[in-house]
């Protein structure tokens, strides 16, 4: 738990003041936002740590500086903007902080359609800080945008990571047949293989592993080439990240037109900002799944003052399931 003598008008905040390596990040006294209407300002206790928060400490995604990165929270609602009903002060909740970001503050607000209520779930408050990026996107990803079908085979780089993590579990819930996972080394197949795939391979190894309905590619680079490659006929490739930070991979058009098969995009900040209340609908789905022990997520804790380590971990592809740095104090509700 962080302590400090701020006033109610200050907090303190891990800030990027400007763009570079992890290093650059420092904890700030920064001005405590306050609810606007339709807004729901949350006293943070965990924030969860993401590849996005390095691409916008990076530079990659054009924010304004100093900026307070955080894209997921879970604590206790603050205040309530001119006509947001259905949450009180105090409640416990969980919320997605996508859009402005500033979750890794002792203090965030964000659309009150992308805070979810916690009452009576009995999930820690360390574990439903981590539902509403990876797991609302798991949902989202395979029902909206891929369509997916009972029966159907999925594939997903990245199996051992945040959202990989989420992705076969969900799509075991939703009805698909094979699900296979890959990963970048050996080490993490162990670890991938607890998240609900029939298989996990090394991503080296993809070309003997046959064809699938659905491909989830957050990679990019030749995994992006070989995911699309594994499509059966009608098959659907989501794009939705380039972890490696390889070049963009072309796609031609007249391909996909003689193959029948289809490739479609994910971004879940610009989802929630355009669908505020569908992605709130996901994440309260994605809280149920995970409070009736359906879906699982493993989670390992950081003081906010170390998110710099968390950064350079996720960075380094060493992380498996998901990481969360402690803003305020623990709680079960």
Do not use: C
């Not at 054009?62 to 604590?75: F, N, R, T, W």
């Not at 009736?292 to 992380?319: C, F, N, Y």
Request: zero cysteines; charged letters at 20%.
């Amino acid at each position: 738990m962080m302590n400090s003598a701020h006033s109610t008008h200050t907090m303190q905040a891990m800030t990027i003041p400007e763009f570079g390596t992890a290093d650059v990040l420092r904890l700030a006294e920064v001005k405590t936002p306050e609810p606007g209407p339709g807004q729901v300002s949350v006293e943070v206790a965990y924030a969860g740590a993401n590849f996005a928060e390095v691409l916008f400490r990076q530079g990659v995604v054009d924010v304004p500086l100093p900026y307070v990165p955080g894209i997921e929270v879970s604590g206790h609602v603050r205040a309530l903007g001119e006509g947001v009903r259905g949450l009180s002060v105090g409640q416990p909740v969980a919320a997605l902080t996508i859009v402005d970001g500033g979750g890794y503050g002792e203090v965030v607000t964000t659309a009150a359609e992308l805070v979810a209520p916690l009452d009576g779930s009995g999930l820690d408050l360390d574990v439903a800080a981590v539902l509403p990026s990876n797991s609302t996107t798991a949902f989202l990803v395979l029902e909206r945008v891929a369509r997916l079908q009972r029966g159907e085979s999925v594939l997903v780089h990245a199996a051992a990571g945040g959202v990989g993590s989420q992705l076969g579990q969900v799509a075991r819930l939703l009805g698909a047949g094979r699900v296979v996972g890959t990963v970048g080394s050996a080490a993490k197949i162990d670890a991938a293989k607890g998240f609900g795939y029939d298989e996990v391979i090394l991503r080296d190894e993809l070309a003997g592993a046959g064809e699938f309905d659905i491909v989830v590619d957050m990679v990019g680079g030749p995994a992006r080439r070989t995911g699309l490659d594994a499509l059966a006929p009608m098959g659907r490739l989501i794009v939705m990240g380039n972890a490696s930070g390889a070049d963009d991979v072309a796609v031609p058009a007249n391909e996909l037109w003689f193959t029948n098969k289809t490739v479609s995009g994910f971004n879940l900040a610009a989802f929630s900002g355009a669908f505020p209340a569908d992605a709130g609908r996901a994440l309260r789905r994605a809280i149920a799944a995970a409070a009736s022990g359906e879906l699982r997520v493993r989670v390992e804790e950081l003081p906010l003052t170390r998110a710099a380590e968390a950064h350079r971990r996720i960075e380094s592809g060493s992380t498996t399931g998901k990481l969360v740095l402690a803003v305020g104090a623990d709680d079960t509700v």
